[in-house]
Each structure stands twice: as structure tokens, then as C-alpha cells.
């Protein structure tokens, strides 16, 4: 049997989920008709202390739109160098919607305070202004990291009298809730927008929320049609992010636990992942030329992998990985890397 560590996109809806599907109430929701949408909508910005929110296909998709409603053409977000929107949606940002970024670096995908006082960039004429900072909360690159909640509020504390909007990529926000305790909603009110992903962790088939104001979310309607990304009878869906949200965010902590597991069978058996470093569902394996190498190795030995970075080969568990299976993959691994 193939354990797939490639990404936490890959699970499929459990027996419940399926039911909750084929029992969801639906409209037109390009017409605002389907209550399962509105429901999660409403449910998933409550939850973030917003005050409303959108169903979208993609995370790319909530990004895109939640980064267009603070930065106009021509001006700049500011966010880290390995942060998914700069990095992994296929320059989306520059290409629809004539936004230009700017980075800084942090060996764990954090805010940096010190820097970003630094870039911030005031509207003056002939110069690019800074409009917003995205943030990633888990960062994806930088191996599932949580970002401090105290360095969310110093963002906030700087931002405040500049006009800089501040947007949460929080495709992995679960996460960062169940490993730290802190509330879904103090996270999402240090933030103008906030983007979560119901497809990763959570198990659900399809689909994420983007959260703000009612007018920005109102704009952000338009704009996810006039993108061609408007549906109908969405609530089938909506009902498995609803079932997701009810019932798979405490249970995250298994995947946590799971991704340590892996990671301290290999480090008993090479210096390639420091156990101590995964917080979350992610496990970076640093093995350097061996990389592309190991992908392929593991992938004939039933554990499929992916390479996310010159010499790192990633991991990410998730609800179709259970213990046995986690221990497995470590110690399938672990095999490879000392043979």
C-alpha cells in the first residue's frame, strides 16, 4: 500500500463527509441563493472575527483576491521570499492584477519586524508604494512554522497610521491553532483578510474561504466572477468544508504528532531533520544531492515524496496517514538514507 506524504491536498472524503455532501440544501450561488455557502461563509469568518466571507475554488484563488483588494496596479506587497504567493502561484499576483512584491528572508519563514520597518515604502510620486504585507501562517517552505502571535501583534503595531493593509495567507491557520492554542479569531483580527484552506488539513475535497470586511468581500464577489470562477450549486461542496470545520480541526494534532514521528525515526538514523523543528504537519528533509535521488527511491518503496528545494526532499501528513503508516514511512526512510 502507497503511503502519499506528498501533501496534505491529496486526501479523499471520508464515508460522513461524503453523506453531508449528498444531503447539503443548494441554490445558485452566483445568484447568492445557496444556503450551505452562505452558511460556511458566514460560520468561517465568524470564527475568524470577520465579518463576512467567500467560498472559492482554490487558496490561490482566496489569495489572489484578498491581495487585490489592498494593492492597486503598480504598487507593492511586501512578503517572505519563500511565501507561497511569491512563490507558488504562478506569478498570479503580477500577471492579473499588475502587483509587485518585494521580499525579505527569515531562515523560518517569520516576520521580520526589524526589515519590514526598513521596506515599507511611502506613497510618494514616481516611486512604488508598499499597499500591504501578506504573512503565511503555517509557512509552507519553511517546514509547517508557526508564526509567533507576538510578532503578528508587533506587525499590526507597525502597519497602524501607514495605510499598509495587512492579508493572512492562512491556508494552514488550523494548524497554527491546534499546535498553539491561540484562537482562530486572534489570529484573524490582526489582519485585514484572511485566506483558509479547507482541502489541506481538513480533509475536504475542494475549496477555501476568504474572510474581511463586507465591502471588501462584496468586491472580492465581483471580481472571483468576472475571473470566471463564479459557481452554482456550490453548497455540495460547501457541505464538506462545513463537515470539515465541525469536525477535523481538533484532530490536526494527530498529523502533528505524526510528522514528529517521522522525523525522529530519520534523525535516529541520519542528521537530516532536526525533530525538535516540526511544529506542525510538515517535515523537511535536508539531504542535499541524494534528494531527487531519495524521491524516487521512496516512491518505488511505497512512500511517496515530493522536492520542494534544491536537497530537500518534504513530507506532510494528514488525515489518510495514520501512526503505523507514519511509522513506516520513517522507517522506510530512515533504510534509504543509511544503505
Known amino acids: 500500500m502507497t503511503i502519499d506524504l506528498r501533501s496534505d491536498t491529496v486526501t479523499r472524503p471520508t464515508p460522513e463527509m461524503l453523506a453531508a455532501m449528498a444531503a447539503a440544501e443548494v441554490g445558485d450561488d452566483v445568484y447568492g441563493e445557496d444556503p450551505t455557502v452562505q452558511a460556511l461563509e458566514q460560520q468561517v469568518a465568524g470564527l ?9 475554488v482554490t487558496g490561490s484563488l482566496a489569495n489572489l483576491l484578498g491581495v487585490r483588494a489592498h494593492v492597486r496596479p503598480g504598487q507593492e506587497l511586501l512578503c517572505e521570499a519563500q511565501a507561497h504567493v511569491v512563490r507558488a502561484e504562478m506569478g498570479a499576483h503580477a500577471v492579473w492584477h499588475g502587483v509587485t512584491t518585494r521580499t525579505w528572508s527569515h531562515p523560518r519563514g517569520g516576520v521580520d519586524l526589524t526589515a519590514l520597518g526598513g521596506l515599507i515604502a511611502p506613497e510618494v510620486p514616481y516611486l512604488v508604494s508598499t499597499a500591504a504585507i501578506a504573512v503565511e501562517n503555517t509557512h509552507n517552505f519553511a517546514g509547517g512554522t508557526v508564526q509567533p502571535i507576538d510578532d503578528l501583534v508587533g506587525l499590526r503595531e507597525l502597519v497602524e497610521g501607514t495605510g499598509v493593509n495587512l492579508h ?16 482562530l479569531a486572534a489570529y484573524g ?28 468581500v462584496a468586491e472580492a464577489r465581483e471580481w472571483r466572477k468576472r475571473m470566471g470562477a463564479g459557481w452554482r450549486q456550490a453548497g455540495v461542496l460547501a457541505a464538506a468544508g462545513r463537515y470539515a470545520v465541525d469536525h477535523h480541526v481538533e484532530r490536526l ?21 532536526d525533530p525538535d523543528t516540526v511544529e506542525t504537519n510538515i517535515v523537511l528533509l535536508d539531504v542535499g544531492a541524494r534528494a531527487g535521488g531519495l524521491v524516487a527511491e521512496a516512491a518505488s518503496a511505497g512512500v511517496r515524496t515530493i522536492l520542494v528545494a534544491a536537497g530537500v526532499v518534504r513530507l506532510i501528513t494528514h488525515l489518510d496517514v495514520t501512526q503505523e503508516q507514519a511509522r513506516t514511512a520513517g522507517e522506510t526512510l530512515a533504510k534509504l538514507l543509511t544503505d
Open 48 to 56: 475568524l472575527g470577520h465579518e463576512a466571507g467567500l467560498f472559492t
Open 168 to 183: 493572512l495567507d492562512g491556508a494552514r491557520l488550523w494548524n497554527a491553532h491546534v499546535a498553539t492554542g491561540v484562537e
Open 253 to 273: 494534532a494527530d498529523d502533528h504528532a505524526n510528522a514528529r514521528l517521522i522525523a525522529s525515526i530519520v534523525a535516529d538514523a541520519a542528521p537530516v531533520v
Open 189 to 216: 483580527r490582526l489582519f485585514d483578510t484572511v485566506s483558509v484552506c479547507l482541502s489541506k488539513g481538513l480533509g475536504a475535497p475542494v475549496g477555501s474561504v476568504l474572510v474581511g470586511s463586507a465591502e471588501v
